[in-house]
């Protein structure tokens, strides 16, 4: 198991850049660090989409590594990441979480996270990665443009009956000790053959009808999940199976989100 430092904020622009200006002033520890917040002013998500972390409400949270896999196996770790916090929460609340390709993490087939993976390049390898991950907790309420494709921890243990707060602190902890378990698997391979198996049993859709949103023309498929490469698997009307590849393409259900 990897060394794991833990460094908390009170309050912080953003856990993934305090990671960066860490590496920048020549910090690079053996092990892994990983900085969490109660508040970030400045989060974001992918495509530069800020993500907001209102005080003590939700995990806000980054490690940085230094991976021996080719950087060409660095997009992945996404993918171990959304595995993490479903099986984060499922080990500590029993939560029934499952994952739309790549790597949102649904509760009740409502987004419960975000995450989003930065890197340098050095050669054939990458100088370092950050991943940063922000978990709703306490929230109870959220704005209206995404009110009804977001929940909380602890919305999905009340919607289940149970009197009980959740815990962001041993959230925090218990999705890095999964990643660790999940990268030890990666870097054997360096790739997701060892993981198909636990990925494919909590994806959303396997098995059913999706939209493609190629930027070459969208389709209709049926999605049979990944490959060891983490490519959604799909066979097209015609019979013909594809690979579709996350930084490409999005893929969408027929009746919305899911």
Known sequence: MQNITHIYFDEIDSTNEELKRRYRSGEKPAGWTVVSAGHQTAGKGRSGHQWKSPTEDSVATSMIFYPKVRIQHVPRLTILAGMAV????????????RLKWPNDVLINEKKVCGILCEMEPDGD?????VVGIGVNVHQKEFPEEIRGMAT???????K???????????????IWLEFARLYEAFEKTE???ALQEEYNSRLVNVNQTVRILDPLGEYT???????????LLVK?????LVAVNSGEVHVRGIYGYV
């Open 236 to 240: 097209k009307e015609d019979g013909s």
């Open 191 to 193: 790739d997701l053959s």
């Open 86 to 97: 479903a099986s984060a929460l499922e080990k500590l609340y029993d939560l029934p979480t």
């Open 160 to 174: 289940s009956g149970r009197d009980q707060k959740s815990s962001r602190r041993d959230i925090d902890r218990q």
């Open 125 to 129: 390898h990458a100088a370092y990665v």
């Open 221 to 231: 498929a049926q999605s049979l999940g990944i490959d060891k490469q983490g490519d």
């Open 152 to 158: 909380s921890v602890d919305l999905a243990l009340q």
